[in-house]
């Protein structure tokens, strides 16, 4: 199956737990991103990779952590979560980053409710 | 500061046509995209427009002025599944999206 895909779908986290939402890619896209979304307000960088081994940081990048050890993965880690976390989180791909605009698609998403 | 603005919510009818528009005001200009996106689901790509005019693609068209930071997206021939939110985004000067709250459209029957 070409595409994106993450887990869990949805999950109930108590406050001050450590949380890691999966993001898979397999279309050998160079740059994927975490996005944040919530009721009212348009979807919101967290943080971006433009290519295996590099990472860097969106707009609310506070509380969260990524790493891109290979092509296909970009996990987002919540180190301590917070109330204000509770989201609905997409990860998202595209052939080329830094310096050209592509097309990004997106997973599925993960809705996560941190209590 | 970086801006979209889209309409929180249209309705409209089956059959009908219907214009969604966006402002926007971000620093530098590289393209803006339109998504569908319907409830519980991802975003889907369905238009990016990166200079002047219209673009259309069968349904759907996508109308962009630079020097008026506006852009409308344009659904004709509405059909129950057009039933979405729709999402305008622009890629800023450094190649990072820049995207509105979206627009929630419904159609009536």
């Known amino acids: 199956i070409a595409g994106i895909t993450q887990a869990p779908t949805s999950q109930i986290l108590a406050a001050g737990r450590r949380m890691t939402l999966r993001c898979t890619q397999d279309?050998?896209?160079?740059?994927m991103y975490w996005y944040r979304q919530d009721l009212g307000l348009g979807l919101r960088l967290i943080h971006y990779s433009n290519t295996a081994g590099t990472t860097g940081k969106g707009e609310v990048p506070d509380g969260y952590s990524v790493s891109r050890a290979n092509t296909d993965d970009f996990p987002l880690t919540l180190a301590s979560a917070v109330p204000s976390q509770t989201s609905v989180y997409f990860c998202?791909?595209?052939?080329?980053?830094?310096?050209?605009?592509?097309?990004?698609?997106f997973g599925p998403g993960t809705r996560l409710t941190v209590l | 500061g970086q801006n979209i603005d889209q309409p929180t919510e249209m309705t409209a009818t089956e059959g009908a046509i219907v214009q969604i528009n966006c402002t926007y005001q971000t620093s530098g200009f590289n393209g803006l995209f339109w998504y569908q996106q319907h409830a519980g689901e991802a975003p889907t790509f369905l238009s990016y427009n990166v200079l002047d005019g219209l673009e259309e693609k069968g349904r759907f068209s996508s109308f962009l002025s630079r020097s008026k930071g506006y852009s409308y997206l344009l659904l004709k021939e509405l059909q129950m599944k057009d039933s979405a939110s729709y999402l305008c985004?622009?890629?800023?000067?450094?190649?990072?999206?820049?995207w509105g709250a979206g627009t929630k459209l419904i159609i009536k029957p």
């Open positions: 998202a791909s595209s052939d080329e980053a830094g310096g050209s605009t592509d097309t990004q698609y």
């Open positions: 279309m050998r896209h160079n740059a």
């Open positions: 985004a622009v890629a800023d000067s450094n190649y990072q999206l820049i």
